[in-house]
C-alpha cells in the first residue's frame, strides 16, 4: 500500500489548514501523526471504516476533524486555530487490524506516507 500525502504549508497563528492523503488501495484505519524537530512521532488522529470509530491525540482534540472518501480511498485532516506548538511534518499512516487501544501508537502502522511539512509561525 502507498500512501501520498498532500496540503502543508506555511501559515499564521489561528489560521486553518487542510491535510489530504490518499492509498493505493483500500485500507481499513488511516490517520495521521506528527512529528516535529527533536521531539517523538505524535499520535494525532485515526480513523477506522469497518468496525468504526475515530481515535484523538490529546494535543490536538477540539481543533480537528478527520474525514474520509472510502470511494477514493482518502482520508483528510482540517486543523482549525493552528499554534506554533502544531509546526511538525505530519506523516499519513494506514493500517488493517489496528484496534481501538493501540490506535495512538506508530507501531500499529504498517503503511506510512513520506510525510508534510506543516510551519504554523507567530
Known amino acids: 500500500v502507498q500512501l501520498q500525502a498532500s496540503g502543508g504549508g506555511v501559515v499564521q497563528a489561528g489560521d486553518s489548514l487542510r491535510l489530504s492523503c490518499a492509498a493505493s488501495e483500500r485500507i481499513n484505519t488511516m490517520g495521521w501523526f506528527r512529528q516535529a524537530p527533536g521531539k517523538e512521532r505524535e499520535f494525532v488522529v485515526a480513523s477506522r471504516w469497518i468496525g468504526g470509530g475515530t481515535y484523538y491525540g490529546d494535543s490536538v482534540k477540539g481543533r480537528i476533524t478527520i474525514s474520509r472518501d472510502n470511494a477514493k480511498n482518502t482520508v483528510s485532516l482540517q486543523m482549525n486555530n493552528l499554534k506554533p506548538e502544531d509546526t511538525a511534518v505530519y506523516y499519513c499512516?494506514?493500517?488493517?487490524?489496528?484496534?481501538?487501544?493501540?490506535?495512538?501508537?506508530?507501531?500499529?502502522?504498517?503503511?506510512w506516507g513520506q510525510g508534510t511539512q506543516v510551519t504554523v509561525s507567530s
Open positions: 499512516a494506514a493500517s488493517n487490524g489496528v484496534i481501538a487501544s493501540t490506535a495512538h501508537l506508530s507501531r500499529s502502522y504498517a503503511y
